[in-house]
C-alpha cells in the first residue's frame, strides 16, 4: 500500500498511531527484559490514562472549541463507577478481562450521562463563562464524591452522606464507599497492554469522527456559529455528541487509572488535575490530538524523572513547558516543522503549511 | 402561489422599529434587488428571513408553509440559504470541507457510521466529494480544495459562500452584498456566475447590493427601503426614476 494513496489527513492519522504503537513496543520490551525503573513502571498505566484524558479533552477544547476545565470531573465519575463494580463483583466475576471491560463500560457510560446532563446547562453558555462553570461542576462532582458513603449487606445497599456507621450496615456487611477515605480494595485489572489498547481505542474514535460528517458540523459551530446554523447544522445536538463523548472517553481514563491502584480517593480528581489535562491540551496544541497523546506522556514521565534534581525539578519542568510551547506554537517553527517532517514524510516537497490539522 | 410570501413583516429591538410593515413577493425562479441606504434595514429583513432574528410582527410563508420565527437551522432544511455581509466561512477547515458542511442535510449517515467506518461512510463521503466538487468547479474554486478557507483571497471567500449556500440545495438564496469588495472585472464576473446559479439550479435569489450597475442589470424586481419600510417597488426603470428613491438613496 503506497502512502501517496492515502489522503494528507489518513497519512497524518496513520503517523500517530505509529508513534503510539512504537512507544509501546519499546516501553513493553523495556518492561520484558528488566530494563525500566520502578518508578516508570508503575507510570505506565497512569500515562495511558492521562493520554486518554488528554486526547478527550482535546475533543472538547480543540474540535468544539469551548474551554472546559471540569475534566477531571468527568474522570471520577468513571473512575467511582468502575471501582466500584468491579469491587462488590470481584467474587462474582473471576474472569479479570470480562470484569475489566464492564467497568470500562460503566464507567464510560456513567461519565457520559453525566456529560449530557451537566451539558444541558453548560453548553448554553460560551466561552469564559463555560469554563468557570465547568471549573465549579467538577469541583462540585469532587465534594460529592468525598462526602458518600455506600455499604452492602444481605439486605441490599445502603446510603448515607455522613458516616459508615449510618450506614447501619450488619455484620456481614461491606462499605463500598467510605466517604473521604473513597473505595479501597479495587482489583488491579488494568495493565499497560490494556492501557495501550483503550489509548489506541480513543485515537480510532476521536480521529475517525474528527474526519467525519459529524466532526465537520463540530468545527463548523466552532469556527462560525452563525454561519453553522444557516446550512442547517444542530447547534445543541452536536455541541452535546462532541461534549457528552468527551466526557464518557474521559471516564474511559478514570476506570483505567482506579484500576491501576487499590485505593481511590476523589480528592485526587480536583481542579489541579482539569488544569494539567489542559495543559497537555494546550502544550500539544489545540486541536492536535497527536501533540496532546505527546504532551499527556513526556509531561508525566517529566516530573519523575527529574527527582534527582531535587529542588531544581519544577525549575526544570518549567523550562520544559516553555521550549514545548515555542516548539508547538512559534509561527516561525511551525514553519521549520512542517518543511523538515513534511519534506521526510512524504519526499517529494509539499509545502504544506497550514494550521491545524490532526 | 408565490415561493415567498412576505406580508406585515417588523421588528422592533426595544423602542426602534427597525423593520416596519414590509411586504414582499417572490416568485419562483425570480432574481430580486433589495436596495436602500445604510441602515434602512435590509440585512435585518434577511436576518428575519432566516431566522437569525424573530419578528416581532407578521407572516414569512415559503412554499406554502409558515416558517415565521423558525430557528435557523429548521428554516435551512425548509429551503432558505443566505451569504453574510461580512464573510462567515469556517476559517480553520479546507474549503472542501466547508461545503461538506453545506452538504449536511443532503448527504446523512450517523455518527456511529463514522466511528465505526462502516460501508456506507465510504459510499456518502464519495458521494459528498463529488457534489462538493461540482459545486466548486461552478465557481472555478476546484483548484483551492485542499487550501484552508481563511488562506483564499477575498473574491474567491465570496464565491465559496456562494458555493457553500447552494451545497444546502436551497429554494431561495439571499445574497447579503455578494459584490461588496470588488472591483469591476470581478463584479461582472460576479454577474455572470448569479445568472448562472438561476439557470443552472433553477431557483430564486433575493439580493441586497449597493452597486447599483450591478442590481440593475441584474435584478427583474427591486424593492428600496428607507428607514425600515418599503418606500418603492416595480422594475429597475421604475425604481430608477421614482422622485423618492431618488430623494432618500440614489440622490439627484
Not at chain 1, 192 to 202: D, E, K, Q, R, Y
Not at chain 2, 115 to 121: A, D, G, I, K, Q
Not at chain 2, 137 to 151: H, P, T, V, Y
Amino acid at each position: 500500500m503506497g502512502l501517496k494513496n492515502l489522503g494528507r489527513t489518513s497519512r497524518k492519522n496513520l503517523v500517530t498511531y505509529l508513534i503510539a504503537v512504537l512507544a509501546f513496543v519499546i516501553l513493553e520490551g523495556m518492561v520484558l527484559t528488566g530494563n525500566i525503573s520502578n518508578m516508570l513502571e508503575g507510570q505506565l498505566v497512569p500515562i495511558c490514562a492521562y493520554v486518554i484524558a488528554a486526547v478527550s479533552l482535546n475533543l472538547t477544547v480543540g474540535i468544539l472549541g469551548e474551554l472546559s476545565l471540569g475534566h477531571a470531573g468527568f474522570m471520577s465519575v468513571g473512575a467511582f463507577a468502575g471501582a466500584l463494580f468491579s469491587v462488590s463483583m470481584e467474587d462474582t466475576i473471576t474472569v479479570t478481562w470480562l470484569r475489566f471491560v464492564l467497568a470500562l463500560i460503566i464507567g464510560a457510560v456513567a461519565a457520559g450521562a453525566m456529560g449530557v446532563l451537566i451539558g444541558i446547562p453548560v453548553l448554553r453558555l460560551q466561552g469564559d463563562y463555560l469554563a468557570i462553570v465547568t471549573l465549579a461542576f467538577g469541583e462540585i462532582i469532587k465534594n460529592v464524591l468525598n462526602a458518600v458513603y455506600l455499604g452492602v449487606d444481605e439486605n441490599g445497599l445502603h446510603f448515607s452522606m455522613k458516616d459508615s456507621i449510618a450506614l447501619g450496615l450488619s455484620e456481614n456487611g461491606k462499605v463500598l464507599i467510605k466517604g473521604a477515605q473513597g473505595i479501597v480494595g479495587t482489583p488491579r485489572d488494568s495493565t499497560f497492554i490494556w492501557g495501550f489498547a483503550l489509548v489506541m481505542l480513543t485515537l480510532f474514535i476521536v480521529l475517525n469522527l474528527i474526519k467525519s460528517r459529524t466532526g465537520r458540523a463540530v468545527m463548523s459551530i466552532r469556527d462560525n456559529r452563525i454561519a453553522a446554523e444557516s446550512v442547517g447544522i444542530n447547534i445543541t445536538k452536536y455541541k452535546m455528541i462532541a461534549f457528552s463523548l468527551s466526557a464518557a472517553l474521559a471516564g474511559v481514563a478514570g476506570v483505567l487509572y482506579a484500576h491501576s491502584f487499590s485505593s481511590l480517593v476523589a480528592s485526587k480528581f480536583d481542579y489541579n488535575l482539569s488544569i494539567q489535562i489542559l495543559v497537555f491540551v494546550v502544550l500539544g496544541g489545540i486541536g492536535s490530538i497527536r501533540g496532546s497523546m505527546i504532551a499527556a506522556a513526556v509531561l508525566t514521565v517529566l516530573p519523575e524523572m527529574l527527582r534527582s534534581f531535587s529542588e531544581y525539578r519544577m525549575l526544570v519542568y518549567a523550562i520544559v513547558l516553555i521550549v514545548m510551547m515555542i516548539f508547538n506554537q512559534s509561527p516561525k517553527m511551525v514553519e521549520w516543522r512542517k518543511r523538515v517532517f513534511a519534506g521526510r514524510l512524504k519526499g517529494a516537497g509539499h509545502n504544506a503549511a497550514k494550521k491545524g490539522g490532526a | 402561489m408565490a415561493l415567498l410570501e412576505v406580508s406585515n413583516l417588523g421588528i422592533a429591538f426595544g423602542g426602534l422599529q427597525a423593520v416596519d410593515k414590509v411586504d414582499l413577493r417572490l416568485e419562483q425562479g425570480g432574481l430580486y434587488g433589495l436596495i436602500g441606504p445604510n441602515g434602512a434595514g435590509k440585512t435585518t429583513v434577511f436576518n428575519m428571513l432566516t431566522g437569525v432574528y424573530k419578528p416581532t410582527e407578521g407572516d414569512i410563508i415559503l412554499d406554502g408553509k409558515n416558517i415565521t420565527g423558525k430557528p435557523p437551522a429548521t428554516i435551512s432544511k425548509a429551503g432558505i440559504a443566505r451569504t453574510f455581509q461580512n464573510i462567515r466561512l469556517f476559517g480553520g477547515m479546507t474549503v472542501l470541507d466547508n461545503v461538506k458542511v453545506g452538504l449536511h442535510n443532503q448527504v446523512k449517515y450517523s455518527t456511529f457510521t463514522a466511528v465505526l467506518r462502516l460501508p456506507p461512510f465510504f459510499e456518502r463521503e464519495r458521494e459528498m466529494r463529488g457534489q462538493a466538487m461540482g459545486l466548486l468547479k461552478i465557481f472555478g474554486l476546484e483548484n483551492d480544495a485542499k487550501q484552508m478557507a481563511s488562506n483564499l483571497p477575498y473574491g474567491k471567500q465570496r464565491k465559496l459562500e456562494i458555493a457553500r449556500a447552494l451545497a444546502t440545495n436551497p429554494k431561495l438564496l439571499l445574497l447579503d452584498e455578494p459584490a461588496a469588495g470588488m472591483n469591476p472585472s470581478e463584479t461582472e464576473e460576479l454577474m455572470e456566475t448569479v445568472r448562472f446559479v438561476r439557470e443552472h439550479f433553477g431557483i430564486t435569489i433575493l439580493l441586497i447590493e449597493h452597486d447599483m450597475s450591478f442590481v440593475m442589470g441584474l435584478c427583474e424586481q427591486i424593492t428600496v427601503l428607507d428607514y425600515g419600510r418599503i418606500i418603492a417597488a416595480g422594475t429597475p426603470e421604475m425604481v430608477r426614476n421614482d422622485p423618492k428613491v431618488i430623494a432618500a438613496y440614489l440622490g439627484g
